[in-house]
């Protein structure tokens, strides 16, 4: 048609209308309440709208839908109140939800929560994933118990600066304290291990061990983190392994020094053990001899005695004589 055709109210076909290659319309193309096609509709490869093409409340497709190799649009395409597809759902390089994406599965969705600026994963209605959107260091938090099979940190030289012996900080920190001993025997005393039990959640009823980070923090804030929107006190476990390696490493610095001191000193005993037991072995030979001599010396004084006496049964006149004298 060169110039205008206008149809009324309706085109009502009770077999078959066909169209030929195209179907061009310069400007506008108004059609009623509803386009209703019982069996079959085909498009060729493209069906092109330069500017706007408006369906009435829903488009309703019994069976199926088939468009050529793209579905191009320009600048925005909305659906009613929902769109279900059984197969593949490809798009571009975005795809915008205003609100929340709902799966099969009940009450397991993902919401964007205005109230706290994040995005929030709930399954079964319980909370298992937050991402932050307003943070210093990004991230987010992890609900509930999570398993993982292998947990890789990154501590690559290159990503870091500042390097220095852990040692020195902690030095710092206990002499800060008025502490006299070594920072890490000081931090190693500081910590208190204790157990407890969760208030709520799945690990409720279970009990813990480890350390309560508003105690940490007065000894070694530089492990304690704090929820941008909660203010919870978090610990950075993996920080905390360091500490107490430097002072499990003080501590063995210690043992080792302690063994050579008492090795030298178990030597030295050796030499005075020695030293007595040679004296000692000294003193019972001059013992035995000395026994020896006053054996001798009783020996020779009983004979004396014994032949005076002789010699006095001898003589006693003489003897009596010579006191009368």
Known sequence: ??????????????????VGASLSVLDFASLGASISLRSYARLGSALSILDYISLGSS?????????????SVLDCINFGASVSLRGVFRCGSTISVQNKVEFTKADTYIVYSTTNDQLELYINEKRAFS???????????????????????????SLKTSIRPLVEMLDTRASGAGSREGGAEWVLRELRPVSYKFKAGSEAKMHRFGFIANE?????????REKPNGGVMGLVYQ????????????????????????????ERLELVETSLLRQEQA????????????????????????????HQR????????RRTA
């Open 1 to 18: 048609m060169f110039g205008l055709m206008r149809i009324g109210n309706s085109l009502s076909s009770l077999s078959y209308c066909r």
């Open 59 to 71: 488009l309703s497709l019994r069976s199926m839908a088939r468009l050529g190799s793209a579905l």
């Open 131 to 157: 991402a932050y959107e307003q943070s210093a260091t990004a991230g987010g938090v992890l609900h509930g118990v999570w398993f993982s099979d292998n947990l890789v940190h990154i501590s690559d030289r």
């Open 216 to 224: 940490i923090a007065q000894t070694i804030p530089q492990v304690i």
């Open 239 to 266: 920080d905390l392994i360091a500490v107490l390696t430097a002072a499990l490493q003080s501590v063995q610095r210690r043992l080792e020094d302690t063994s050579h001191n008492t090795r030298l000193l178990h």
């Open 283 to 310: 003193m019972a030979r001059y013992a035995e001899s000395t026994q020896s001599r006053y054996q001798a010396l009783e020996g020779m004084l009983k004979r004396l005695f014994k032949k005076r006496r002789k």
């Open 314 to 321: 001898r003589t006693p006149g003489t003897l009596l004589q």
